[in-house]
């Protein structure tokens, strides 16, 4: 069992910056990846980012490509730094641990935190 835990979340101004964690209980080592999902209210949870446990591979989706940065400077915390915020980013964000390799659904997750709020205003 893994737990893991979001912090980082806050309000901010449209064009602000936030960086996000996701701290395990444990290391882990295998193939699996470490996603950041958020979801909207009343929307569904969306994939944003995603790393692989070796940091080596990243993926983004492309509403955030090019403003926000996912990566693993320390072996068990893994980060989603969020730069020129829109109030469209505003989402409760969660890190996800996936059942193996890479996976962009809520249903490839094995491991969740309980979110961190994130709200941007205009």
């Known amino acids: 069992q893994v737990q893991l835990a979001e912090s980082g979340g806050g309000s901010v101004q449209t064009g602000g910056s936030l960086r996000l964690s996701c701290e395990a209980s444990r290391t882990i080592f295998g193939n699996y990846y470490i996603v950041w999902f958020r979801q909207a209210p009343g929307k569904e949870r969306e994939l944003v980012a995603a790393i692989s446990w070796g940091g080596v591979r990243t993926y983004y989706s492309d509403s955030v490509k090019g403003r926000f940065t996912v990566s693993r400077e320390v072996k068990d915390i893994v980060y989603l730094q969020m730069n020129s915020l829109k109030p469209e980013d505003t989402a409760v964000y969660y890190c996800?641990?996936?059942?193996?390799?890479?996976?962009?659904?809520?249903?490839?997750?094995?491991?969740w935190g309980k979110g961190t709020l994130v709200t941007v205003s205009s």
């Open positions: 996800a641990q996936s059942k193996k390799g890479f996976s962009d659904s809520v249903a490839g997750m094995e491991y």
